[in-house]
């Protein structure tokens, strides 16, 4: 096989890549409309499923990329609310980015179930380290019914309160799909 034949395939793969990244970080826009808003800013929905599914078909490096451009895109285009330019980025480029930690789990026996815990956690560590740097001014304050003055303690409680739900949607979902997903061509 010639030089010209191997960098002809690995253009195809990336093109291909590419493409279903776009498509990928598309539905995950799509999805972060049909959402239960929660509490000022967090919501319950489908968007992350998109992301974990490109991140643990590719890898790593792709599903980073994915997840920083569908957090982006949703700041500007799906109702972001940030208080500062340090909180839109790690509350929704970085924050996503992290969801393709999940690509850490490509090939590996329940890839996507695995995947979408481990970008969910990762996730929510973005958001928690978001509310006691950046959030605690809010402190003390009402979360789920309590008056909390910790910030460590109000970070959890705000953000578990809406990665929780999504975290076991998220899971749930890979879960159901890893079988059909694995059958999929790369």
């Not at 970080?25 to 929905?45: D, E, P, R």
């Not at 980015?97 to 990762?122: D, Y």
Request: glycine share 10%; hydrophobic share 50%.
């Amino acid at each position: 096989m010639s030089n010209q034949s191997i960098s002809a395939g690995s253009s195809r793969q990336k093109t291909k890549i590419l493409c279903e990244g776009a498509v990928m970080v598309a539905a995950a826009v799509a999805l972060s409309y049909l959402k239960i808003q929660f509490l000022q800013a967090g919501s319950i929905n489908f968007a992350m499923i998109p992301v974990i599914i490109f991140a643990v078909r590719w890898g790593l490096g792709w599903g980073v990329a994915a997840g920083a451009a569908y957090g982006t895109l949703k700041f500007f285009l799906a109702g972001g609310v940030a208080i500062n330019l340090a909180s839109m980025l790690l509350d929704y480029t970085v924050a996503y980015a992290m969801v393709g930690v999940a690509g850490l789990c490509k090939g590996r026996k329940w890839g996507f179930p695995l995947g979408a815990f481990a970008g969910c956690l990762a996730r929510f560590v973005v958001h928690f380290i978001t509310g006691i740097t950046i959030y605690k001014i809010l402190v003390p304050t009402e979360v789920m019914g309590m008056t909390v003055s910790n910030p460590y303690l109000f970070s959890v409680l705000y953000n578990i309160s809406y990665m929780g739900p999504n975290t076991v949607i998220s899971v749930a979902t890979c879960l159901l799909l890893d079988k059909p997903l694995k059958r999929l061509p790369q």
